[in-house]
């Protein structure tokens, strides 16, 4: 969601582009989508892959009324370009618009299903990193573009960010998050380990809305001169820029902003793949891993290793002086131009 957004407010910006987001019933996305003033409707829409064989024919029900949802929201709309970063909506309106130029932006080093699918459609691929190119047959097709980083996170001054928290500059300081949701396993690896991580440094904790309720009283519990130096939140909007800017290091999952927002501020991580899905987490962290920017570190592992290997990254500066110089090596600041720059040339190509 958020790579789309960062492209469309090149595209709105710059060129002046009417703009219309269509979502799925009861998605995630239309709180920041209205948020960022672009216009958004929704269509019926489900997954198929992995589902059980009981919510199956009414999953493909769905798809098909989104599919002639699409159509007629397409016949009124009349884009010039279709844009897409996944998700289930994405199937009916790639089928309904499939005779509309089409640009697919990659966000995970390996396309999900959906984007696998839709990139028979696709005139151009955008993808965050050469060795994406393996996964698609048509390469002529794919343009390496690099993740596109939302604005609102790159602005930040370091003194400001400090303030945000309350932090002093001569400690340094750790990140810790699971995502908008959260990740318990994470969270509960790091409560544990606060009174030894506080001791010798100060901690931002995103816990996510799903679990802050379970964490919310982890502070309380310190000591005063060790709650001084710890932040919990259930998520953080405009200031996870201040976050980013502050830390030292990030201790998270390996979604794909991992590969757009730690290149971009060369920001040494600890990566902790999702165990229960499919290995996309794995292969980003991989890559970052093998770039020597990142460490991955296995979920089961957590409780036992994720202190101990923290504490070795911050009493070792020149090891991750070297994670950072190797991430910040791999941003692409114009990654959201050069995107919008495609989908403009795309719209123009096709003689409407």
């Not at 844009?83 to 009916?92: E, I, L, N, Q, W």
Request: include cysteine; proline fraction near 6%; aromatic fraction near 8%.
């Amino acid at each position: 969601m958020y790579p789309a957004l960062a492209v469309i407010d090149r595209l709105v910006t710059e060129q002046a582009v009417e703009v219309l987001w269509v979502g799925a019933e009861g998605g995630m996305e239309a709180d920041l989508v209205t948020r960022a003033g672009i216009n958004f409707t929704t269509i019926p829409a489900a997954g198929v892959h992995g589902v059980g064989l009981k919510a199956l024919p009414g999953n493909l029900a769905r798809l098909v009324r989104g599919f002639f949802a699409a159509r007629e929201l397409l016949r009124q709309f009349q884009p010039d370009a279709l844009f897409f970063t996944g998700g289930y909506v994405a199937g009916p309106v790639a089928l309904a618009g499939r005779k509309t130029p089409t640009l697919i932006f990659v966000p995970d080093i390996e396309p999900g299903l959906a984007l696998k699918w839709l990139a028979r459609f696709a005139d151009r691929i955008t993808v965050v990193a050469e060795t994406s190119r393996t996964y698609f047959s048509h390469q002529e097709r794919v343009i390496v573009s690099g993740y596109p980083v939302r604005g609102d996170l790159t602005q930040w001054e370091k003194s400001a960010a400090y303030q945000v928290f309350d932090f002093s500059a001569d400690l340094p300081t750790l990140l810790v998050t699971g995502g908008s949701l959260g990740a318990r396993s994470l969270n509960q690896a790091l409560v544990s380990s606060l009174p030894e991580l506080l001791a010798e440094m100060q901690i931002v904790h995103i816990t996510g809305a799903r679990t802050w309720e379970q964490f919310k009283d982890a502070k309380p519990a310190l000591p005063d001169h060790l709650a001084a130096r710890y932040r919990a939140y259930p998520y953080l909007h405009t200031e996870m820029g201040a976050a980013l800017r502050i830390a030292d290091l990030v201790v998270s999952r390996a979604g794909a902003s991992s590969l757009g927002e730690y290149p971009h501020w060369g920001l040494p991580a600890i990566l902790v793949p999702y165990p229960h899905a499919w290995r996309y987490q794995k292969v980003n962290a991989d890559y970052l891993t093998l770039q020597e920017a990142a460490i991955t570190l296995a979920d089961e592992t957590l409780d036992v290793q994720l202190a101990p290997l923290v504490l070795d990254l911050i009493r070792d500066p020149q090891r991750r002086a070297h994670m950072s110089q190797t991430m910040q090596s791999l941003a692409c600041d114009d990654a959201a131009a050069h995107i919008a720059h495609q989908i403009t040339e795309l719209a123009a190509q096709s003689g409407v």
